[in-house]
C-alpha cells in the first residue's frame, strides 16, 4: 500500500503559540498537507502577531479559530467540536506560557481548552529562550505533561531568535511533519524483529589513520526509525557515524568491518528480518601499524585483504532472516543489483544510484529500485525518512506472500 494512503483523512489540528518560531507554521501546514493531512488551525492571540490567520487559511483550506467567544468562528465548529475532530493534536510553537497553562489545565482561551477538551493525542513542540527552557518551572510543566501522556518532540538545540545559543529552538517542520508520518504508521511490524547495519566501517592502517568512506548512515537510521514507528524491537549495527539513536532502538556501535560481523552474527538468530544498509569496506589493512607510519620522500604501498562479506554470511546461515541488501552504483545500477540480489543469494536489494549528488550518500533523499527474484519496484525521490517507511512496507509485503504461497 502507498504509504500516502493510510494517512488520507488523518486529522491534525495545529495549535499555534505566540512565539517567533510561529512563523514556521505556515511551512508545516504545507509539509502536513505534501503528506495528505487534513490540518486545521488553532492559534492564540499572541500568535496572531506573528503570522496572519488569513495566511494560515489559505494553506489549510479552513477558516482559523482564536477566539473562544468568537459567535462566527463558534457557529462554524465550536471548540468542542474542534477538539473532537481532531486524530492528533500539534501544540506547535508550545511557547512556556502556553505549556504552563496546559499543565494548569486552564480553559480560558482556546488552545488549552481544546487539549482540555480533546479525546485525541497531544503533541507538544516546544520553543522558547533557553534559559526559560531550562528554567526549573518549564521542566517540572513539560514532566507532569508527559506523565500525562503527552508526547514532547524537540526542542533543537542551536541559535535563538533573541542572539542566544542553547535548547529552545521548535523542531524544524519536515522533521515535525516526518515524526507525524511515523506517528500514524501502521504496525506492520509489530512482534518483529528487525536486525540492521548501517554507516560506513572504518579500517586502521595504523593508531592515527583509516580507510573509510562517504556513507552518513542517514538511511540505515531512517529505516531504524521508520521500524520503530512500524511496531518492530530494532538491533542496529552502526559504524562510525554522526547521528543521535533514535528512541526505542537497541545500539550497537562498531568500528571495523571484522567488529560489525561478529556484532551480527552474535544477534542473527533473534531476528526475522536483516538489512544491511551499511557501506562495508572491502578491504582491511594486512597488518595495521602499532605507531603512527612516519612520512618519507618515498611513495609507500599499503597491503589490503578482503573483508568478510556480512549480507552473504548472513544470507548462508541457516535459519536465515529474510535477508535485504543494498546497493549504491554510479552506473547501470539495475544490471548490477541484479547481480548482487542473485550472487549474495539475497531475498530483496535496493539499488540506488550514487552519481546523482542530490541524492544518496550523505544527502537527505534518496530513490530506490527495489528488486526480488520475481519482481521490482521503483521508490522515486523523496526524503529517506518517507522512503525507508516505502521499502519495510515492499519487505512486509513479500514476507506475507511468500508465507501465503508457502502455505
Ligand atoms: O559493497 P557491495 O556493493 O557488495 O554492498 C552490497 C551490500 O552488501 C550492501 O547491503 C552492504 O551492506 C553489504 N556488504 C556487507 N559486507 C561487505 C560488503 C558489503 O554486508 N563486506
Redesign the pocket.
Given at each position: 500500500m502507498n504509504q500516502s494512503q493510510n494517512q488520507v483523512n488523518k486529522k491534525i489540528l495545529l495549535a499555534i503559540g505566540g512565539g517567533i518560531a510561529a512563523y514556521k507554521s505556515a511551512d508545516l501546514i504545507r509539509r502536513l498537507k505534501e503528506r495528505h493531512f487534513d490540518v486545521r488551525v488553532v492559534m492564540s492571540q499572541s500568535a496572531k502577531e506573528f503570522i496572519t490567520p488569513l495566511t494560515l487559511q489559505a494553506l489549510s483550506g479552513y477558516p482559523v479559530a482564536s477566539d473562544l467567544l468568537d459567535t462566527a468562528a463558534e457557529a462554524a465548529m465550536g471548540h468542542i467540536e474542534l477538539a473532537r475532530w481532531a486524530d492528533l493534536v500539534i501544540v506547535a510553537p508550545a511557547t512556556a506560557n502556553v505549556i504552563a497553562r496546559i499543565n494548569a489545565g486552564m480553559a480560558d482561551e482556546l488552545i488549552t481548552t481544546t487539549c482540555l477538551a480533546t479525546e485525541a493525542p497531544i503533541i507538544i513542540c516546544p520553543a522558547m529562550n533557553q534559559q526559560m527552557y531550562r528554567n526549573q518551572a518549564t521542566q517540572d510543566n513539560l514532566a507532569n505533561l508527559a506523565k500525562r501522556g503527552v508526547t514532547v518532540w524537540g526542542p533543537a538545540s542551536g541559535s535563538q531568535a533573541c542572539g542566544e545559543v542553547g535548547p529552545g529552538r521548535m523542531q524544524e517542520p519536515q522533521e515535525i511533519a516526518q515524526q507525524v508520518e511515523l506517528f500514524f504508521a501502521p504496525k506492520l511490524l509489530q512482534g518483529q524483529s528487525i536486525l540492521l547495519?548501517a554507516g560506513p566501517t572504518q579500517e586502521a592502517i595504523d593508531p592515527v589513520r583509516y580507510i573509510s568512506n562517504h556513507s552518513s548512515g542517514k538511511m540505515g537510521f531512517a529505516i531504524a526509525t521508520a521500524a520503530i514507528a512500524m511496531g518492530a524491537n530494532v538491533t542496529l549495527v552502526a559504524g562510525p557515524v554522526n547521528l543521535p539513536t533514535p528512541a526505542g532502538i537497541n545500539r550497537i556501535d562498531v568500528q571495523s568491518?571484522q567488529e560489525m560481523l561478529n556484532a551480527v552474527m552474535l544477534n542473527v538468530d533473534s531476528h526475522q528480518i536483516f538489512i544491511?544498509?551499511?557501506?562495508?569496506a572491502?578491504y582491511r589493512v594486512d597488518k595495521i601499524a602499532e605507531d603512527k607510519i612516519k612520512k618519507s620522500t618515498h611513495d609507500m604501498q599499503l597491503a589490503l585483504i578482503r573483508?568478510?562479506?556480512?549480507?552473504a554470511t548472513v544470507a548462508n546461515h541457516h535459519p536465515r532472516p529474510f535477508t535485504v541488501?543494498?546497493?549504491?552504483e554510479t552506473q547501470d545500477v539495475e544490471h548490477y543489483a541484479k547481480d548482487?540480489l542473485i550472487r549474495?543469494k539475497l531475498d530483496m536489494i535496493a539499488a540506488n544510484d550514487v552519481s546523482n549528488p542530490e541524492l544518496g550518500f550523505n544527502a537527505d533523499q534518496n530513490a530506490l529500485k527495489v528488486i526480488w527474484t520475481d519482481g521490482q519496484q521503483d521508490l522515486p525521490a523523496t526524503d529517506k525518512q518517507r522512503l525507508a517507511s516505502q521499502l519495510l512496507t515492499l519487505i512486509v509485503d513479500r514476507i506475507t506472500f511468500s508465507q501465503d504461497h508457502q502455505q
Open positions: 547495519t568491518t544491511g544498509c551499511a557501506a562495508v572491502d573483508n568478510p562479506d556480512i549480507l541488501g543494498f546497493a549504491a548482487k549474495k
